[in-house]
């Protein structure tokens, strides 16, 4: 059996070095090794930063939540929006051109000219150029068949696009009766283009003439020469300057070998006065 012993009474115990600890005295034991963490170096800062913005990135708010900023009103919002709007850089100035003709009837040819097609049906296409298109027409009251060309007037941007096209039909109109130059039958002008009805030259380019023959005889050259020529000393009679001469203006009426040869294209061509050359911006002092 365990006992608890008893101290007899009387009997001091021995005295030890042991005094009892104050909160003034001095530490016996050796200070401990203080650890000091080193900063972590910037890429693994940016990489904590960026982690945090996802964080924040990944809450859902909600379409029709408003987030208020402390300390700023809706005012001062709107405010800062429009001068982050002002600091956008301009945009250049626009540069005014003339407006087209299109949709300006009259515009062209100033008189009323009524509308191609309560005269004539539109075929086929014939062929094309910088600013029209020739069409194969039929006159509803002959059903004789001409070649329509029609200029679209929102290609006409500048004054001189206008006068070009207006002086064209002038030309015409001034040579009109010589057998060797194209004669027009009417001109037409609508909200969309130009109309000019013109004979029918069916017998094709003397260019391509040229290329399928392969090469002309002495005498055929010769006539061919002498009716160019002669067409060119007509227009100068009357005060024209063609400026545009080469084989594809020079058709052939039928396709015969024998077929007369006439002159077309005058969208280049001017009026001169004898003894006065005007100068063409392309070609000048040349037929």
């Known amino acids: 059996m365990i006992t608890d012993k008893k101290k007899p009474r009387g009997i001091k115990e021995p005295p030890t070095d042991r005094q009892p600890e104050s909160h003034h005295s001095m530490q016996n034991k050796p200070p401990e090794m203080v650890k000091i963490e080193r900063e972590k170096p910037k890429k693994e800062q940016k990489k904590d930063t960026q982690v945090v913005k996802q964080e924040k990135m990944s809450v859902d708010l909600k379409p029709t939540e408003a987030i208020e900023l402390p300390g700023k009103s809706d005012n001062t919002i709107h405010e800062n929006a429009k001068a982050k709007q002002s600091t956008k850089p301009k945009k250049p100035p626009h540069v005014k051109r003339m407006l087209s ?7 062209v040819l100033k008189t009323k000219t009524g509308l191609l097609k309560e005269h004539f049906e539109l075929g086929e296409k ?3 150029g ?5 069409f194969l027409c039929i006159e509803k009251a002959t059903g004789n068949k001409y070649a329509c060309k029609s200029i679209a007037k929102r290609k006409l941007l500048t004054p001189e ?13 001034h040579l009109s009766g010589n057998p060797n130059v194209i004669s027009i039958k009417a001109a037409y002008e609508d909200s969309v283009a130009v109309h000019v009805v013109m004979e029918l030259c069916s017998g094709g380019e003397l260019f ?9 005889s002495e005498r055929q050259a ?3 020469a002498r009716t160019i020529v002669g067409v060119v000393e007509a227009c100068h009679s009357l005060g024209v300057l063609h400026l545009d001469l080469k084989p594809e203006n020079f058709l052939f009426v039928n396709e015969k070998e024998d077929s007369p040869l006439k002159i077309i294209d005058f969208g280049l061509s001017m009026f001169f006065k004898p003894g006065i050359y005007p100068l063409s911006p392309i070609f000048p002092f040349t037929s």
């Open 101 to 107: 003709a299109g949709l300006q009837a009259e515009f």
């Open 126 to 128: 014939l062929g094309h």
């Open 130 to 134: 910088q600013f029209g298109t020739t």
């Open 161 to 173: 696009d206008v006068e070009d096209v207006r002086r064209e039909i002038q030309i015409m109109h």
């Open 208 to 216: 391509d003439r040229i290329v399928k023959q392969g090469h002309y």
């Open 222 to 224: 010769a006539e061919l």
